[in-house]
């Protein structure tokens, strides 16, 4: 009797350690195949019936999954590339457009006239910049833009930019306060797309600033702007770097500046993040060390 109870007991360990066996397959198979793309199913030493049943429905929803995923990749690169040509083709002829109504401005007309000449002229120009905006966006994560990486002083690109604002910030009666440390801060950047970036973010600044601009870049290699914003909120600030996302509809605003600043900044393996606090928003970047 004790003897049957004793095989009893080691057939049932022995049938656990198999099925806990299984389990870690189909856990590590299940891993690997979310993960990666790969058609190779999920295979199992055991030859338990339900064991092998749970296997093959998991690989059967592993397999859509995979479809569905290539479904998704194949329609995303589509509608960049819809939206890419799109926006180049309309290019030509909005710009075509905008300097026949520079001339016409020129022209004598009545009051009437002029003001919906006006009015026509902002909306071209505005839909002009959301085109080239939406065009360069799609350039920048389609991965069409070549980028040419240097070791590249972060101080002198950052001077290079302000300076270059210096009758916008003068127009708007904003005086920066620039606090850049004497340590030269040197990363392996591109150029032109870091310069990029900056304008971006202190584009945003000057529209939604009340008056101020710190802009700081410390010895870490940390660069963070920041001005005084009120009447924001963190479902605001969550979305900030969102496509389209305005926080003002009534700003002339395309609502990418800060969406190409964090497509670049990835793309360089970069972080971007934004911090409000004190009625004071705070856009901070760290790009990572040659």
Do not use: W
């Not at 690169?77 to 909005?94: C, F, G, Q, V, Y």
């Not at 070549?146 to 002083?153: C, L």
């Not at 302000?162 to 904003?174: C, L, Q, V």
């Amino acid at each position: 009797m004790v003897f049957f109870l004793l095989v009893i007991i080691f057939a049932l360990l022995l049938k656990i350690f198999y099925m806990r066996k299984a389990i870690r397959e189909i856990k590590r198979g299940f891993s690997e195949k979310l993960y990666t793309d790969t058609n190779t199913p999920i295979m199992l030493s055991s030859h338990d019936k339900l064991v092998s049943s749970l296997a093959n429905d998991i690989n059967v929803e592993l397999k859509e999954l995979q479809k569905q995923k290539h479904r998704y990749i194949q329609g995303d690169k589509e509608l960049k590339n819809a939206i890419t040509n799109i926006s180049h083709d309309l290019r030509t002829p909005l710009t075509t457009i905008c300097g026949y109504l520079s001339l016409l401005d020129k022209e004598e007309k009545s009051e009437h006239i002029a003001r919906q000449l006006s009015i026509i002229k902002n909306r071209t120009f505005a839909l002009k910049q959301l085109v080239e905006e939406l065009f360069r966006y799609t350039t920048i994560i389609s991965d069409t833009e070549n980028s040419v990486y240097t070791e590249t002083v972060i101080n002198n690109v950052l001077e290079d930019c302000i300076s270059s604002y210096y009758a916008i910030f003068k127009e708007k009666g904003i005086t920066p306060n620039i606090n850049l440390c004497e340590q030269k801060i040197v990363r392996s950047v591109d150029k032109t797309a870091l310069l990029r970036i900056f304008n971006n973010i202190i584009d945003n600044a000057i529209k939604y600033s009340e008056g101020d601009l710190t802009i700081s870049l410390f010895e870490n290699g940390k660069i963070v702007f920041s001005n005084h914003t009120s009447d924001l909120n963190e479902i605001q600030i969550g979305k900030l770097f969102d496509r389209f996302y305005t926080v003002n509809t009534a700003r002339k605003s395309t609502g990418l500046g800060l969406s190409i600043a964090k497509a670049l900044i990835e793309k360089m393996d970069g972080n971007i993040s934004a911090d409000y606090s004190n009625n004071v928003l705070s856009i901070i970047i760290k790009l990572n060390e040659v």
